[in-house]
């Protein structure tokens, strides 16, 4: 018998990218809905995540935090749904590439601008400091990636195309990236695909109830 999946999330979190994510490899697991504040900082779950944040993926004895993590690790536990490049691809390398884009420099800029905090274009010496620049060289990057590809990695949809998609909807839609035609153009392809679509309406009904 496989070794279930059990995964932990409020609907209202980045528990949505893992849930996109679930849907693509389609293998059964189960949700364990947490709240902001008190189940999440219970001592069952900070066993599970000390940080006491959601996602977490629970498989078998496995645990996994943080949603590239736990994508990168669905796409490699079921490799049957070719989420990933396979390691003897030469796309292997853009694949982690923009997934560790996404996770550190992505994720890092937006963030701060969401606080209040963007580093000055012309200070240099505090750019270096933040690892990513500026925001506006992270998105340069990225627009310069998806220009003329729907494809992040190799000519077909992988994790990393979930993942960046994901992020760049969430803070368009939050105002923290601001829209540019690549984005929205490579959001719109992905956020259509069934899984997407299926995860977004169960997360929604969550959201509701």
Known sequence: MAEPLVFFTNPMSRGRIVRWMLEEVDQPYSTELLDYGTTMKSPGYLA????GKVPALKHGDTVVTECAAICAYLADTFPQTQLAPAPSDRSRGA?????????GPLEAAVT???LGFEIPTDQFQLQGRAGYGTLTHVLDTLDGALNGHDYLAGDRFSAADLYISAQLGWGMQFGTIEKRSNFERFVALHRGRPAAIKATEIDDQLVKK
């Open 48 to 51: 599970i995540n000390p940080m």
């Open 95 to 103: 694949y982690y590439r923009w997934m560790f884009f996404g996770a």
């Open 112 to 114: 701060n601008k969401s």
